[in-house]
């Protein structure tokens, strides 16, 4: 009995501190929270204006270069001179000629003129040395002829230029154009003389120095070496070909005479 009675009595107590406790009422201040409001930022995007570049157009039309003609050579026209002293015919030449000349990488091609004045040639009377010089406007060509025993030559060949900056020498001291003396010298192939920047170059000529047996011509000719060689070539030609007929129509012969037998047996 006891022991419920206190029982009893200390769950009154429990309840009756339990009820006291929950009137208490507990106020706690929260802090005030003052929420600023951020001004609206408007961010103005740049307006970026895009100005278009003007096109550029690459035409595909190329330009064309013009080309370069090269101006042929002029055939030389074929002149003749006489050198006389006292009455005396010394020398005589006829000639075609053309001249290339080279002077700071540019080139002039020309003809010696049939016009040339041989006024400046000399027979020289020791007969050591004759000269043939034939000039022309602006330029002068010079043939020194020697001799010896048995041959008559030209030493020397000299082509003197004038050019509004001054005169340009060219020479050739070669041996050249070389016969039994009293013979003219005759060439009829093309021949090419070098003079240094300058070329001589020779069609046709037929030249003779130290006195002529004829009056009113030239001496016996000696032909030189290269028109030798189609001399000697035309005539081998010539035997061939007809070799070459003959061996043809022995063959057209006996084809004919054969063809002519296999009909024979045909027919028997």
């Keep these: 009995m006891n022991f419920i009675s206190k029982t009893v009595f200390h769950?009154?107590?429990?309840?009756?501190?339990?009820?006291?406790?929950?009137?208490?009422?507990?106020?706690?201040?929260?802090?005030?929270?003052?929420?600023?409001?951020?001004?609206?930022?408007?961010t103005e995007?740049?307006?970026?204006?895009?100005?278009?570049?003007?096109?550029?157009?690459?035409?595909?039309?190329?330009?064309?270069?013009?080309?370069t003609t090269v101006a042929p050579k002029p055939h030389p026209e074929e002149g003749s001179w006489n050198v006389t002293d006292k009455n005396v015919t010394c020398i005589r030449a006829k000639?075609?000629?053309?001249?290339?000349?080279?002077?700071?990488?540019?080139?002039?091609?020309?003809?010696?003129?049939?016009?040339?004045?041989?006024d400046g040639s000399d027979c020289n009377v020791s007969n050591v040395t004759q000269t043939l010089v034939l000039s022309y406007k602006n330029y002068i060509l010079t043939f020194i002829f020697e001799k010896d025993s048995k041959n008559?030559?030209?030493?020397?060949?000299?082509?003197?230029?004038?050019?509004?900056e001054g005169k340009e020498l060219f020479y050739n001291d070669t041996k050249s154009?070389?016969?039994?003396?009293?013979?003219?010298?005759?060439?009829?192939s093309t021949d090419t003389i070098v003079m240094g920047n300058a070329t001589m170059e020779i069609y046709n000529i037929q030249i003779q120095a130290f006195g002529a047996a004829k009056e009113d011509g030239f001496n016996t000719a000696q032909e030189c070496e290269a028109d030798d060689v189609v001399s000697d070539v035309i005539p081998i030609v010539v035997a061939c070909t007809l070799a070459a007929l003959i061996i043809l129509v022995l063959i057209a012969y006996l084809v004919g005479r054969r063809r002519s037998r296999q009909k024979g047996y045909t027919s028997v």
């Design 11 to 42: 769950l009154f107590l429990f309840v009756a501190i339990g009820c006291v406790s929950s009137n208490k009422t507990t106020t706690t201040d929260l802090p005030t929270t003052t929420l600023s409001t951020k001004p609206d930022t408007t």
């Design 45 to 67: 995007i740049p307006t970026t204006t895009s100005s278009l570049q003007p096109t550029t157009t690459i035409s595909s039309t190329t330009t064309p270069v013009p080309s």
């Design 95 to 118: 000639m075609q000629i053309g001249f290339s000349v080279t002077l700071d990488a540019i080139t002039e091609t020309f003809a010696l003129s049939p016009k040339a004045s041989s």
């Design 152 to 164: 008559t030559f030209v030493k020397n060949i000299t082509f003197e230029y004038e050019l509004p």
């Design 177 to 188: 154009f070389e016969v039994k003396s009293g013979h003219s010298y005759l060439c009829r």
